[in-house]
């Protein structure tokens, strides 16, 4: 093996230790933790749903606006201006990041972190693979959605004063920058709005109009023939 295979593969290694080193990612996570202390957050899903309102403004009127994956702002009177945090479980570069979202804070939700493009390897916080795991079992063996993981995130180890979900409605509506919609998917959706509503009625820092119309739609479903 030649002296560049060589150092290919330590950086290979170095990289996938710092990746898959969960104790290095809470405590970054922990570090970051009073930026999010005391804060209101709006967290953005991206139902297309979200265009049936204009709720551009009080997204922005929130400290801190999390987006997520490639939900990039394309109608800023229902989706708001800002994107100070995002969360991702797909694969975009640093540059493809700052031309869809500006500058902002990254994480990382994936357990795969293979995935992640090399150069996020150094920008990017990871959301630590136990917690995944808790998740996981939560929702019987079940893959949890980028917005559930971030949800819990900002519940768990993060103290905000409200976290509001916006552009949620548990795949109703087609993700917005999908071109077709299929509810099927290795996520369970009923399952994440259940456990959604049930974090919402024993934590009251939980708002948004996501859960004020997450009942109506359990009931839409529990009237169907």
């Keep these: 093996m030649g002296f560049k295979s060589i150092a290919r593969l330590a950086i290979f290694r170095c990289r996938n230790r710092r990746l898959y080193d969960d104790e290095l990612h809470r405590s970054r996570l922990h570090q970051v933790a009073p930026d999010f202390s005391g804060k209101s957050i709006a967290l953005i899903g991206n139902a297309q749903s979200i265009f049936d309102r204009s709720d551009g403004q009080l997204i922005d009127d929130h400290d801190i606006v999390v987006r997520l994956n490639r939900g990039r702002v394309v109608t ?28 902002p804070r990254l994480i990382w939700v994936t357990p795969k972190r293979e995935l992640m493009h090399q150069s996020m390897v150094h920008q990017a916080d990871c959301f630590p693979i136990s917690d995944w795991k808790r998740l ?6 079940r893959r949890p959605s980028a917005g559930l993981i971030t949800l819990f995130l900002l519940r768990e180890s993060f103290s905000p004063t409200r976290i509001s979900l916006f552009g ?56 169907r023939p």
């Design 136 to 141: 996981y079992s939560l929702l019987n063996g």
């Design 168 to 223: 949620f409605d548990w795949k109703r509506t087609k993700t917005f920058y999908h071109e077709s919609g299929n509810r099927q998917s290795w996520h369970d959706w009923d399952a994440e709005q259940r456990l959604i509503e049930a974090w919402h009625t024993s934590d009251q820092r939980l708002a948004g109009p996501a859960l004020e119309n997450s009942r109506l739609l359990s009931q839409t479903d529990l009237d």
């Design 76 to 103: 800023p009177k229902s989706q708001g201006y800002r994107t100070d945090v995002l969360s991702l479980a797909n694969t975009l570069s640093m540059a493809q990041v700052r031309e869809m979202f500006g500058n």
